[in-house]
């Protein structure tokens, strides 16, 4: 089936630092979200992005749905200790109206 | 803000016994799903739901079994609870047809721990 490339796997940074991770594909996408999965709870949306090229911030995240539609990378500036978790991308393939394909995920670790 | 509930929270039970995990969502959603996920580790799809009377299997199989009688819930039953089944379960939903997106909001999880 079709997969999503995210990477890193896992990220060890010093708060403060800014943080950036990506996802890629071989095929064309006309969705792409950004969740965050704390220990023990259902992922939550924190972005969502609909157009070629798009960049979307919320608060110190921002994330651009790639021009060519195969990519997003999702940006953290100066990080917290409560930025730690998991963080999935996901997409919808374009021209389908199937489920979201999400990716294998980026643990964040955050050193105070 | 997401309102998608799952309960129980967390469970512990013996190798044989029958459970269901409840979902319900306030959001009028038609889409439902249910995800299976080891800690840490990415999400599987295991059922969802188009709407009412629509269940489909999903990627990964699964022996649990779901019902789709009411737009709000939509529960997952094992009917024979065993080891291999430990795991967490994430009911989620979303629009459909979708208004431009497939986008999911997702229930708290319940995490299921069979001896």
């Known amino acids: 089936g079709q997969q999503l490339n995210q990477s890193p796997q896992s990220m060890f940074i010093q708060e403060g630092e800014d943080v950036s991770m990506n996802c890629t594909s071989s095929s064309i996408f006309n969705t792409w979200l950004w969740y965050k999965q704390d220990p023990g709870e259902g992922p939550v949306l924190l972005i969502a992005l609909y157009k070629a090229g798009e960049l979307t911030s919320n608060g110190r995240l921002t994330a651009q749905f790639g021009i060519t539609r195969k990519d997003s990378f999702l940006n953290i500036s100066a990080s917290i200790p409560s930025d730690v978790g998991i963080y999935f991308c996901?997409?919808?393939?374009?021209?389908?109206?199937?489920?979201?394909?999400f990716g294998k995920g980026t643990k964040l670790s955050v050193k105070p | 803000e997401a309102d998608i509930y799952q309960t129980p929270r967390y469970l512990v039970i013996g190798t044989g016994k029958k459970i269901t995990l409840e979902c319900s969502q306030t959001m009028g959603h038609d889409k439902m799903y249910w995800y299976q996920q080891d800690p840490g580790m990415e999400l599987h799809l295991i059922h969802y739901s188009y709407g009412v009377n629509s269940t489909e299997k999903g990627d990964l199989s699964s022996e649990s079994t779901v019902s789709r009688i009411r737009t709000e819930h939509f529960p997952l039953t094992l009917e024979s609870a065993r080891p291999s089944h430990t795991s967490q379960y994430l009911c989620?939903?979303?629009?459909?047809?979708?208004?431009?997106?497939?986008?999911?909001?997702f229930g708290p999880g319940t995490r299921l721990t069979v001896l």
């Open positions: 989620a939903s979303s629009e459909y047809p979708p208004r431009g997106t497939d986008t999911q909001y």
């Open positions: 996901a997409g919808q393939l374009r021209g389908s109206q199937g489920n979201l394909i």
